[in-house]
């Protein structure tokens, strides 16, 4: 099996046309069957007022084929508190997602504010 239950994802909803809400989610994975995934966490979604992704503080558990061509799956340290990840904008290398502690991701090669 490709993905582990247990692993921390965070998924990047691929933008279907240009107006389209741009989404992400932060999880971890409660049951898998080859790359069919239900997740369990939290979605962000693009704020363009603030261009930044805010979280939706409610927990969702969500079904994926994470190996669909309309998402970017990153996978999380295991160690780290999903409920502590924020992002942020960091003049000198972009928009990365963070837990503040050392931990962070930079999403940058999905566009400047993905």
């Given at each position: 099996?490709?993905?582990?239950?247990?692993?921390?994802?965070?998924?990047v909803y691929r933008a279907m046309y240009e107006k389209s809400n741009r989404r992400h989610f932060l999880g971890e994975?409660?049951?898998?069957?080859?790359?069919?995934?239900?997740?369990?966490?939290?979605?962000?979604?693009?704020?363009?007022?603030?261009?930044?992704?805010?979280?939706?503080?409610?927990?969702?558990?969500?079904?994926?084929?994470?190996?669909?061509?309309?998402?970017?799956?990153?996978?999380?340290?295991?160690?780290?508190?999903?409920?502590?990840?924020?992002?942020?904008?960091?003049?000198?290398?972009?928009?990365?997602?963070?837990?503040?502690?050392?931990?962070?991701?930079?999403?940058?090669?999905?566009?400047?504010?993905?």
């Amino acid at each position: 099996m490709i993905i582990e239950i247990g692993e921390k994802v965070h998924i990047v909803y691929r933008a279907m046309y240009e107006k389209s809400n741009r989404r992400h989610f932060l999880g971890e994975v409660q049951k898998a069957d080859g790359t069919a995934c239900r997740i369990v966490g939290n979605v962000f979604v693009y704020d363009p007022k603030t261009t930044m992704f805010v979280k939706k503080e409610e927990m969702r558990t969500t079904i994926i084929d994470l190996a669909a061509s309309g998402y970017v799956v990153n996978v999380i340290n295991r160690n780290v508190d999903l409920g502590k990840m924020f992002y942020k904008y960091d003049t000198a290398t972009g928009l990365i997602l963070t837990d503040g502690k050392g931990y962070s991701l930079n999403i940058n090669e999905f566009g400047l504010r993905s």
